[in-house]
T-cell receptor, first 113, second 112 residues
Framework: DVKVTQSSRYLVKRTGEKVFLECVQD?????MFWYRQDPGLGLRLIYF???????EKGDIPEGYSVSREKKERFSLILESASTNQTSMYLC????????????FGEGSRLTVL | AQSVTQPDIHITVSEGASLELRCNYS??????LFWYVQSPGQGLQLLLK??????LVQGIKGFEAEFKRSQSSFNLRKPSVHWSDAAEYFC??????????FGSGTKLNVKP
């Protein structure tokens, strides 16, 4: 069964802390994505990667960075967490194909105090 | 620019009743269209997708959707809703560059 695993389901951090959200997929997918989900706003793309060490900014990259050192792993980094980054973060992966659907992890709910 | 609109934020239907969730998209080329469902506290699961061919597509859990190019719509339907269908539903459009654009979602409540 295909799987996208996010390392932490729930995190509580303090303002100014550095936060790492990890995502691993076991489907050998080329593409990986980080989305942020907020009520009434749907899913907004933060960053995506179509290959190892490659990354592209999405619609809301400010305050975030990413790392993809291995094909199966895509990390989202909040260099200095702020309260407005309290949200649900969803990782997804897909094949490098125009018709490749997204496979999602279960999400990481981050609260920044 | 690509965009997806789901005009209904909340919908409540009685169990056993039919369901239609609306989705309109804006995309310049042939769209790749998807419907996803999210149960509380979970990630998103694909219900169905449309790439080409027959404009009526069947998905999992008894859902179907119809692509209407003239109306730029891809509405999701189910003839008889079950209590377990209560969830949030997202419509999405994918482009040729492997990017996906999501609507803001429709929350479905099912009355017993």
């Amino acid at each position: 069964d295909v799987k996208v695993t996010q390392s932490s389901r729930y995190l509580v951090k303090r303002t100014g802390e550095k936060v790492f959200l990890e995502c691993v997929q076991d489907m050998d997918h080329e593409n990986m994505f980080w989305y942020r989900q907020d009520p009434g706003l749907g899913l907004r793309l933060i960053y995506f990667s179509y290959d190892v060490k490659m990354k592209e900014k999405g619609d809301i990259p400010e305050g975030y960075s990413v790392s993809r050192e291995k094909k199966e792993r895509f990390s989202l980094i909040l260099e200095s967490a702020s309260t407005n980054q309290t949200s649900m973060y969803l990782c997804a992966s897909s094949l490098y194909s125009a018709t490749g659907e997204l496979f999602f992890g279960e999400g990481s709910r981050l609260t920044v105090l | 620019a690509q965009s997806v609109t789901q005009p209904d934020i909340h919908i409540t239907v009685s169990e056993g009743a039919s369901l239609e969730l609306r989705c309109n998209y804006s995309y310049g080329a042939t769209p790749y269209l998807f419907w996803y469902v999210q149960s509380p506290g979970q990630g998103l699961q694909l219900l169905l997708k449309y790439f080409s061919g027959d404009t009526l597509v069947q998905g999992i859990k008894g859902f179907e959707a119809e692509f209407k190019r003239s109306q730029s719509s891809f509405n999701l339907r189910k003839p008889s809703v079950h209590w377990s269908d209560a969830a949030e539903y997202f419509c999405a459009v994918g482009d040729n560059f492997n990017k996906f654009y999501f609507g803001s979602g429709t929350k479905l409540n099912v009355k017993p």
